[in-house]
C-alpha cells in the first residue's frame, strides 16, 4: 500500500507561482509513475502531467505546456509540481496518483491505483 499526500496548495493572484508537492509514505513509489490530476468544481477530473519512474519520460496537458513542471526526487519519496504563471482557470483541486506501470505515462485517471486527498489551488484575477 502507497499512500500519497499533496501539499503547497494555496491562493495565489493570476500571473503567480506555486510548488506542490506529492509525497508517499509506506511502500516506496519509486517504481511507480506519478501523475497529476486536477479536478474544477462542475468538471470532470482531467490529467495536467505525469513522470515516468525514473523521470525520463514527462508529458504535460497542452493547457498547462510551458507553464507547468514536474519533477520527482527519488530518495525523498517525492514528486514535485512546478506551476508558473498561474491563470484563474487552473483553479482546482489538484491529486497526485501513482501507477504502477512505472515506465510509461498514462494519462487515463483509471489506470492509477492510489490517490492523494487532493491540495486546493485557487488563482485570483
Known amino acids: 500500500q502507497v499512500h500519497l499526500a499533496e501539499s503547497g496548495g494555496g491562493l495565489v493572484q493570476a500571473g503567480g507561482s506555486l510548488r506542490l508537492s506529492c509525497t508517499a509514505s509506506g511502500r516506496t513509489f519509486t517504481h511507480y509513475a506519478v501523475g497529476w490530476f486536477r479536478q474544477a468544481p462542475g468538471k470532470e477530473r482531467e490529467f495536467v502531467t505525469g513522470i515516468s519512474w525514473g523521470g525520463e519520460i514527462t508529458d504535460y496537458a497542452d493547457s498547462v505546456k510551458d507553464r507547468f513542471t514536474v519533477s520527482r526526487d527519488n530518495a525523498k519519496n517525492t514528486v514535485y509540481l512546478y506551476m508558473n504563471r498561474l491563470q484563474p482557470e487552473d483553479t482546482a483541486v489538484y491529486y497526485c496518483?501513482?501507477?504502477?506501470?512505472?515506465?510509461?505515462?498514462?494519462?487515463?485517471?483509471?489506470?492509477?491505483?492510489?490517490w492523494g486527498q487532493g491540495t486546493q489551488v485557487t488563482v485570483s484575477s
Open positions: 496518483a501513482a501507477d504502477r506501470t512505472g515506465h510509461r505515462v498514462t494519462t487515463t485517471a483509471s489506470v492509477y491505483i492510489y
